[in-house]
């Protein structure tokens, strides 16, 4: 089994920034690529970033220049650096990693964690 656990939400006033963290453990022999998804209220949930094992990062078009994606392979940790924050960025925001366990490929969440900008 794998986990992960996602940290650094809060509230955070309009204009202010967040960096979320997605630490991944279990049984990993590999991990593929990772991403963050965030879901609002009343609404789907949407890609935000994705990042490669091999560090090759893609963004929401209406997300670049704001957000940013980094990974620590080391630690099998994710990031997303969050700038110039506005209300509408209010979501649960989701960790996903592809992971490679025993001979498969498997995709996993987090339990997500609350995002609240205040204008």
């Known amino acids: 089994q794998v986990q992960l656990v996602e940290s650094g939400g809060g509230l955070v006033q309009a204009g202010g920034s967040l960096r979320l963290s997605c630490a991944a453990s279990g049984s990993i022999i590999r991990l593929n690529s990772m991403g963050w998804y965030r879901q609002g209220p009343e609404k789907q949930r949407e890609s935000i970033a994705h990042i490669t094992s091999g560090g090759r990062a893609n963004y929401a078009d209406s997300l670049k220049g704001r957000f940013t994606i980094s990974r620590d392979s080391a630690e099998n940790t994710v990031y997303l650096q969050m700038n110039s924050l506005k209300p509408e960025d209010t979501a649960v925001y989701y960790c996903?990693?592809?992971?490679?366990?025993?001979?498969?490929?498997?995709?996993?969440w987090g339990q997500g964690t609350q995002v609240t900008v205040s204008s």
């Open positions: 996903n990693a592809n992971v490679r366990t025993g001979s498969r490929d498997y995709d996993y």
